[in-house]
């Protein structure tokens, strides 16, 4: 199983970014993918979750929206960027559904992409 993340950058307080993240050997119909952020000196921090169903951390407040393509690629658009949002973002992965309590932890996956770096300054 593999876990390609894609799409961080720079990008100005107020703006979007569109993150994905590529899988293979994995079927993500069966399974739940998730995004989790991280910035230096702090844990991991779970961002949003897809299984049968889309799940966002408190935090995301309908600025970030989910979605998946043909059943490799899951998407993360992210508007209203504010600096807090700076981090390096995660896709995770694991083989089946996950209940919710599950999906907010990290320990809970099995496969991690490498990160993608987001930074929203001016």
């Known amino acids: 199983v593999q876990l390609q993340a894609s799409g961080g950058g720079l990008v100005q307080p107020g703006g979007s970014l569109k993150l994905s993240c590529a899988v293979s050997?994995?079927?993500?119909?069966?399974?739940?993918l998730a995004w989790f952020r991280q910035v230096p000196g702090k844990a991991r921090e779970f961002v949003s979750a897809?299984?049968?169903?889309s799940f966002y951390a408190d935090f995301v407040k309908s600025r970030f929206v989910s979605s998946r393509d043909l059943n490799s690629t899951q998407h993360l658009y992210m508007s209203r960027l504010q600096p807090d949002d700076t981090a390096v973002y995660y896709c995770?992965?694991?083989?089946?559904?996950?209940?919710?309590?599950?999906?907010?932890?990290?320990?809970?996956?099995?496969?991690w992409g490498q990160g993608t770096l987001v930074t929203v300054s001016s």
């Open positions: 995770a992965a694991y083989p089946s559904w996950l209940t919710r309590t599950q999906m907010t932890s990290s320990a809970s996956y099995r496969y």
């Open positions: 050997g994995l079927a993500l119909s069966r399974g739940t």
């Open positions: 897809w299984s049968d169903s």
